[in-house]
């Protein structure tokens, strides 16, 4: 499709950044019946991104398609059949897909000068430049691994383009990139501590990067309004939707058991659960915080101290049986952010549980949603205003609570993020590249 048709015929309805799930009342249907999308996305598990990748792989599939999916890996070294491939499968078998390939770049591609620039680059912070060199050196499946055709590519993160690139180029079908945030701001943050070879690479210079890479996409999809509003102003040319991400509720339980954290292993939520271990947890003494998830790998390497002095609070990575567990007996859900750019996955999470709430003003970024004054819902970045909240939910926890399945929370959850509402929306964006 070139750039006169593009500008002759809108791709989707009700883009430039709104939703298209509002207002619209057409009927979901097969729409995809018959054709095949590539989703692309890195090769990622444990995170709320993976999450992302597993909704669109089930959207695609309600809605009629074949769905190939396509997982990178950002490290050099990680190819099919590798220790790092069988540990990402074994840790996704809820993505579920007709076809997963698997793909990275070969360590012997270390040597080739595209990937020496970027290195020189890296180590002056430019994580941009890397992550897009590390794609651009993938050797992707053979062509008989896909499909006869691919109808639709579904590219996750600007720095996985290079590769939906070279499957459009072979398969001439259009691409939608979800940019998950502005990326650039996310390395900016994370290289305030990471050490680097001075002159330190500039935010300006990353940005540029991301921006140039996203060129080929024929629309840009937004996780929130917030980033939907940004990336607007910054590539006007392109056509933008608004696509809330959905993800699978929580179990909705009767609590009485312990306060929970849930947290991957990034920067931001380590900065966000050290303000907490530090500012709010030495203030309820007593209270058996549980924290899921594989963050305390970050803890380990970055704040040992720290880690060992609240280690029996961490559990580490659990089972999705346990994490619902946990959800359903959680007295309140923490959500302690204090850094970080874009939607808070596991802060939907807490939203379809239906569980009390004890968050910082910027769990909630980029919902477009006041949750000041719900039902059960703390937002406070006081430390001394958090640990209260905690101490109160912690000690009225065997009082018999209001239902959860009727929280105002969980309604919440049910008209913007559950997944009847994702597809619905997904569906009024492709309908129109489907037709072309």
Known sequence: ?????????????????????????????LLL?????????????????????????????????????LAIADTPGCVEGSRGSKVY?????????????????????????GFLRAAKQWLHGNDAAMRVEVVRQVALPSPGAFAPRIDLIHCNHFF?????????????????????DLQARQYALRNRARYRIPPSVRYEDMLAIELDAMRPAALLLHLNDEEATVF?????????????????????????????????????NFLGLSWFLQEVLPLAPGVPVQILGNIDREFQSRAPDLYR??????????????????????????LPATAGHGISIKTIEALSCGAPLIATPLAFRGLGIAMTGLPHVTVTEVGAAFAAALRRAYAFRH?????????????????????????KALAAIVEQVAKT
């Open 309 to 334: 002095a609240h280690a029996a609070h961490f559990r580490g990575r659990v089972e999705a049986e346990d994490l619902h567990a946990a959800y359903r007996g959680a007295s309140a859900v923490l």
């Open 399 to 423: 009082l018999p609570g209001a239902d959860r399945q009727q929280a105002a929370t969980r309604r919440i959850y049910e008209e913007r993020f559950a997944f009847a509402a994702y597809r």
């Open 160 to 180: 996985c383009m290079p590769a939906a690139v070279r499957l459009r180029e072979k398969y001439a079908c259009p691409i939608l990139l979800d940019t998950h």
């Open 33 to 69: 019946a018959g054709k095949v999308v590539v989703i692309v996305h890195p090769a990622w598990h444990s995170c709320g991104s993976h999450q992302v990748f597993v909704s669109q792989a089930r959207a695609y599939r309600s809605l009629g398609a074949k769905v190939v999916s």
């Open 89 to 113: 499968l074994n840790a996704t078998d809820d993505l579920e897909a007709d076809t997963r390939l698997f793909a990275g770049m070969p360590l012997r591609k270390i040597l080739n000068g």
């Open 232 to 268: 607007k102003q910054l590539v006007p040319d392109k056509h933008h939707a608004l696509l809330y991400p959905t993800i699978n509720a929580m179990p909705a339980g009767l609590g009485g058991g312990d306060p929970i954290i849930v947290a991957s292993a990034n920067y931001p």
């Open 1 to 29: 499709m070139n750039d006169e048709m593009r500008a002759r015929e809108p791709l989707v309805p009700r883009m430039n950044g709104e939703d298209p799930r509002e207002g619209s009342d057409a009927p979901v249907s």
